[in-house]
């Protein structure tokens, strides 16, 4: 078998790594140009370890770019993992590996479908979530499922915390997932479409606070957009203040707001 890995975010390059720590290879590597999504969250670059391990590295515009097919042929690719990628592979990537493409996705699929699944698993309240492979389709975050891994949500969770349980849920998955496409044993389940639910993107201007907000609101938008995210943030007297951590009540320690029902206090933010 072999297999090509596209990525540009640490989630993934864990993953790479994971894979060649239980004694699995890459024959290729792909990623953005290094001048792209630089801001973007845990944008890292493959060089060095492209380097260490002797893995051939390309670096694309786009995922559908031609010259990513001509990748896939050239090195006769069976799988292609497309893992911390947010640009959407078309068909013609998604079916060029003679096996298929492989996805990861930080839900339970079908449910969270989308983007932002870490901020908004903790906006609405989950108490678990989790990672799920699948093999890829014409349809965004619909193939059918490969391997999958539940993850408890803490009643404090915030997005750093969940974030690295996820990174982790991924390696635990890579693992399981590379053995048996190696062995080709893996057996695709179909998603039930009765159970999908869609999640929508977000912008940095979704971590906006208001003071008529309710605290625990307020609380769960800066648990659910701390870093590795923008981050919450109000305009306090023309200032703007991005808060990372936070809690309920008057501390003269942070910097203290009244909102709707009480007092928040933020004790660990930037004024920008």
């Known amino acids: 078998m072999k297999f090509g890995f596209v990525t540009c975010v640490e989630l993934g390059l864990s993953c790479i790594k994971k894979i060649y720590e239980i004694g699995g290879e890459l024959d290729v590597l792909i990623t953005l140009h290094d001048h792209k999504s630089i801001k973007k969250s845990g944008r890292i670059y493959l060089d060095d370890f492209s380097k260490e391990n002797q893995v051939p590295l390309f670096k694309i515009n786009h995922i559908n770019d031609i010259e990513v097919v001509n990748i896939i042929n050239r090195f006769q690719l069976d799988w292609l993992f497309i893992i911390g990628w947010s640009q959407i592979a078309g068909s013609e990537i998604i079916f060029a590996p003679k096996r298929g493409a492989i996805g990861a996705h ?35 975050d619909q193939g059918p499922i490969l391997a ?17 349980k996820v990174n982790k849920g991924h390696e635990v998955l890579i693992e399981e997932i590379f053995i048996s496409l190696k062995n080709d044993t893996v057996r695709p389940i179909a998603q039930d479409e009765s159970k999908a639910t869609y999640w929508p993107g977000r912008t940095p201007a979704d971590g906006e606070l208001f003071p008529e907000m309710a ?58």
Request: zero cysteines.
């Open 106 to 140: 930080p839900t339970l699929l079908p449910q969270g479908r989308g983007r932002a699944a870490i901020p908004w698993a903790i906006l609405k309240g989950l108490t678990k979530t989790g990672v799920t492979f699948f093999k890829m389709d014409e349809n965004v």
């Open 148 to 164: 999958q891994l539940e993850i408890a949500i803490n009643e404090n969770e915030d997005a750093g915390s969940l974030y690295e």
């Open 215 to 272: 605290t625990d609101d307020v609380d769960r938008i800066v648990r659910a957009t701390t870093r590795p995210y923008p981050g919450a943030f109000i305009i306090y007297e023309g200032t703007k203040i991005i808060i990372w951590k936070g809690e309920y009540g008057l501390n003269q320690q942070g910097f203290s707001i009244k909102f709707k029902d009480g007092i928040y206090t933020a004790t660990d933010y930037t004024i920008d």
